[in-house]
């Protein structure tokens, strides 16, 4: 089992920027990959980004350019650099780990981020 406790969420204004971060604890030798998806009101849950244990990255459209998945393995953590946030950014943002065995997927319980204009 893999537990992912989410930080960094708050307000800011159009335009802002908000690190989020990700801790992994338990069987996180076993993990494929770790990322974020976020929902917003209304919306279905929606890839952010997404790093491999080799380092690749892949990068939702609407935040390409903008948002930069990270990982620190020595401390299990993942981190999403949100900047140029925009009120469309507004969401529940959930880190998400995938094991190596398919089908196996963990989640956090979000964070909230509000952009306000």
């Known amino acids: 089992q893999v537990q992912l406790v989410e930080s960094g969420g708050g307000v800011v204004h159009t335009g802002g920027s908000l690190r989020l971060s990700c801790v992994a604890s338990?069987?996180?030798?076993?993990?494929?990959?770790m990322g974020w998806y976020r929902q917003a009101p209304g919306k279905e849950r929606e890839l952010v980004a997404v790093?491999?244990?080799?380092?690749?990255?892949d990068y939702g459209d609407s935040v390409k350019g903008r948002f930069t998945i990270s990982k620190d393995n020595a401390e299990n953590t993942v981190f999403l650099q949100m900047n140029s946030l925009g009120t469309e950014d507004t969401a529940v943002y959930y880190c998400?780990?995938?094991?190596?065995?398919?089908?196996?997927?963990?989640w956090g319980k979000g964070t909230l981020v509000s952009v306000s204009s």
């Open positions: 338990g069987s996180i030798f076993t993990l494929a990959s």
């Open positions: 790093i491999t244990s080799a380092g690749y990255t």
């Open positions: 998400n780990a995938d094991g190596v065995i398919p089908g196996e997927h963990y």
